[in-house]
DNA sequence: CGTAAAGTTGAATTCTTTCAAACACGGTGG
DNA sequence: CCACCGTGTTTGAAAGAATTCAACTTTACG
C-alpha cells in the first residue's frame, strides 16, 4: 500500500507532470530522484489517507481519484471543505511536521506520491518553493470565492457554483468528457460543504434538474445549460481562473 | 504619497521587522537594500490602495493601518473578505502581474511597505518563497475557518468567531491593549464579511453584549468575557494558531 | 433477495431577511 | 452656540428561506 518507486517509470506516464509541483520538479531535478524522495501511496475508496489530529509526515500529490477533507467539530456535526482533485496536494506544506486540521478521505480509490521532504527540497530551490506558494495562493482565492459564494449567496447558487467549480478544476486537468465529469459526492457531502441541510440540498437539485441544467447518474454529473450555470455565479468562477492562469500560467498549455 | 525609502532607517523601528517576509528579508540582506526595492506608500482611511480590477504592480506589507478588503458584484451587493491587519500582505504574490480580485480601502490612515519584484527577490532566495508559500498557506486556513463557520454556525457564532479571530491575529502583533482591540469595522461591513444583513447583525451585538461578551465604544473593542466566545468558537480558530505555529515558528518569540 | 444507505416528500418551526421608521451621533455652517 | 444634515445604529412587524422531524421510496451491495 505503500512503497518506494522509481521516479522515471512511475512518472513518465503520470498525467500530472506537467503541472504543479511535479512540473518544478521533473524539469529540474529529472531522473535522479533518490528512491527515499517519492513514495507510492494507494488508498482504497472510503479509507482515510489521514485523520484529523494525526501527526502528518509528508506531502501527497494526488495523482488520481478523488478526496475530501472534512472535520467533526460536535458529534452529528461535520464539516466538508473544497475537494482535492487529481494533480493537487495536500498534507505538509512548508512545515517540518503538523497535526492534521481535518481528515482526509478517499472517494475513489486514489494515488498519491508522498514526498516525504518537501520543505528541505523548497530549501535549494527556489522556484519550487515558488510554485509551492503559487499552489497555496490558488487554494487560498478558492477557499475565499467558497466562501464568497456561501456567505452571500441562496441554496440554487451554492449548488451552481459548486457544479462549477468542479467542473472547471477537472476540465484543467483534462479529467472531462465533454459536460461530463465524475461525481462521487452524496447529497448530505453537498451539503456539509455548503452549509445546507441534506433535505434542502435535495430539493435544491431536484428544482436545478428540472431547468435543465445538468444531470446526475451513477455517479457522474452532466453539465447540459453551461451558459445558465455560469450566468447564476460566473462572477465567483472568473477570480479563481484568473488567479490560476497567473500563478501557474505555462502549466494550461503544455500538457 | 509614495516615495522610496533607506530600508536601514524605516525598518528599524518597524514593529514587523522580526515576523513573516519582513523577518526573511532582513535577515539576509541586512542594510543593503536598493532603494528601488522598497517603497512606502500612504493610504489616509477611506481612501483606496486598490480597486478591483487594477493592474497591480508591487506587493504590500502593511506596516501600520487597518485594510478592508471587498468585491462588488451585482449593484448593491458587497462581499467583505477577512481583514489585513499590520505585519500582514497584499497584492501580488508569486505571478508578475495581475488584475486585482478585489479593492482595498484603508479603514484607518495606513502604512505600507511596498515591494515591486517580490517575485525575482524569492527567486533568488528560496527561504523568502517558502517564508511566502507559509504566509499564503496561513491565509488558506484561515479562509477555510472562516468559510466553515460561516457555512455552520448561527449569527452569535460568526459574530463571536469574528471577534476572536481578530483579537488573537492583532495579540499576535502586541496590537491589543489587555483584552481591548482596535475596531473600525461597522455594522455593515460586519454583515457583508459574515453573511448576514446589518439588521441582524445589529440585534445579533445585542444579544451577546447584553450577555456581557464584550463591549464596543469609539472604534475599541473590548472582550470580557473570553472564556464564554472561546466554548462558542474556539473550535475554529484552534486549526488557525497550529498553522501558525507550524508555518512562522520561531517569529512568534522573537521580538 | 434482503438489508443498509441514500434519496425524496410533506408539514411545522426557526432563523434570517425585508421593509419601514425612528433614533443617536459627529461634523458643519450659520 | 445651536440647528441641521448625513451616516450609522436601533427597533418592530411581516415575509421568506432554510431547517427540523418524520415518514416513505429508491438504490446499492453482499
Chains 1, 2 share one sequence.
Request: aromatic letters at 10%; proline letters at 4%; hydrophobic letters at 40%.
Amino acid at each position: 500500500m505503500n512503497y518506494h518507486i522509481k521516479l522515471a517509470s512511475f512518472c513518465s506516464t503520470c498525467p500530472n507532470r506537467r503541472f504543479g509541483l511535479c512540473q518544478i520538479l521533473l524539469e529540474q531535478i529529472s531522473n535522479q530522484w533518490h528512491p527515499q524522495t517519492l513514495q507510492r501511496v494507494l488508498v482504497k475508496a472510503k479509507q482515510h489517507l489521514f485523520r484529523q489530529g494525526n501527526q502528518l509526515d509528508g506531502t501527497f500529490i494526488l495523482r488520481e481519484g478523488w478526496i475530501q477533507l472534512y472535520r467533526i467539530t460536535e458529534p452529528g456535526k461535520r464539516e466538508v471543505f473544497p475537494s482535492i482533485l487529481p494533480g493537487e496536494i495536500l498534507g505538509l506544506y512548508v512545515e517540518d511536521q503538523a497535526t492534521a486540521a481535518y481528515s482526509a478521505k478517499a472517494l475513489q480509490d486514489s494515488v498519491f506520491c508522498k514526498i516525504p521532504n518537501l520543505v528541505s527540497l523548497c530549501g535549494t530551490n527556489s522556484k519550487l518553493a515558488l510554485r509551492l506558494a503559487g499552489l497555496c495562493e490558488f487554494d487560498n482565492l478558492k477557499a475565499e470565492m467558497y466562501l464568497a459564494n456561501v456567505a452571500h449567496c441562496d441554496a440554487k447558487e451554492r449548488v451552481a457554483f459548486l457544479i462549477l467549480e468542479l467542473y472547471r478544476r477537472l476540465e484543467l486537468r483534462g479529467l472531462n468528457k465533454g459536460f461530463t465529469i465524475p461525481f462521487p459526492l452524496m447529497q448530505a457531502d453537498i451539503a456539509d460543504m455548503l452549509g445546507l441541510t441534506t433535505v434542502h440540498v435535495n430539493r435544491t437539485l431536484a428544482v436545478l434538474k428540472a431547468e435543465g441544467l445538468f444531470v446526475i447518474q451513477k455517479h457522474e454529473l452532466t453539465i447540459l445549460d453551461f451558459q445558465a450555470l455560469y450566468s447564476l455565479v460566473g462572477e465567483y468562477l472568473e477570480p479563481i481562473n484568473e488567479c490560476y492562469r497567473n500563478c501557474m500560467n505555462d502549466c494550461r498549455y503544455m500538457i
